[in-house]
């Protein structure tokens, strides 16, 4: 890899750690209670430990399906939060690396987009189911950059060599996300949403008792 090429990657490298950075300030600025950031710990927690079993299975993944699960509950924001913690602390058990930056922005824009378009997936398995297998492909297409600067030379003969060889494994968590989505969002979307109404939106509860009571 010559000077320029590598100036090239650590440029990029840096606009997607500002990026990120940049998120984590506009969530900063929102002043999230305290039980909303202990919430997303918990979840990044579940998606971690839903992963570690089957980290040794390439493609094989639980922790899309919790991500784009949490983007749906509870918004895009706490989806692309939990989305780029997930394989922070991931790394701690499986190792960290420079590809982690790549993991962190890939499911962080699953969790964002799951959000920007949860009031189409909470009704509609089918849409739901399509949006997690489409993501299965977008994840791995946003990761394997991280296998670029192992080439010889960066050609379209050899970027599609590596794109070629992934797309098993991509296609395994495709298909799991797909599955995961059609037989378990329903259980995962109620036990969120009473997580969500009771640790987040609870003034909004509390509020509307007392507008009632003094109605009366």
Not at 16 to 43: D, M
Not at 144 to 151: K, V
Not at 195 to 215: H, Q, W, Y
Request: net charge positive; no cysteine; proline share 3%.
């Amino acid at each position: 890899m010559d000077y320029m090429t590598l100036g090239s990657w650590i440029l990029f490298f840096i606009l997607i750690i500002g990026i990120i950075l940049a998120f984590f300030r506009i969530f900063e600025k929102s002043k999230p209670s305290v039980e909303h950031l202990v919430l997303i710990a918990i979840l990044v927690a579940i998606a971690v430990m839903g992963d570690l079993p089957t980290a040794a299975i390439p493609g094989l993944t639980v922790a899309s399906f919790i991500i784009i699960t949490t983007g749906i509950v509870f918004g895009r924001e706490t989806g692309f939060i939990t989305g780029v913690l997930t394989p922070l602390v991931m790394g701690l058990f499986l190792g960290l690396g420079y590809w982690t930056v790549l993991q962190m922005i890939a499911w962080g824009l699953m969790g964002l987009t799951a959000g920007i378009l949860s009031s189409r997936f909470e009704k509609n398995k089918y849409l739901r189911g399509g949006f997690g297998f489409g993501w299965g492909f977008f994840y791995g297409w946003i990761t394997n950059l991280s296998m670029l600067p192992f080439l010889s030379s960066i050609t379209l003969t050899s970027v599609i060599g590596v794109y070629a060889a992934s797309f098993p494994f991509d296609l395994i968590h495709a298909v799991t996300n797909a599955v995961l989505l059609f037989l378990f969002f329903g259980l995962f979307e109620r036990i969120f949403r009473r997580a969500k109404d009771r640790f987040i939106n609870p003034t909004v509860k509390e509020s509307g008792k007392e507008e009632a009571t003094l109605s009366s």
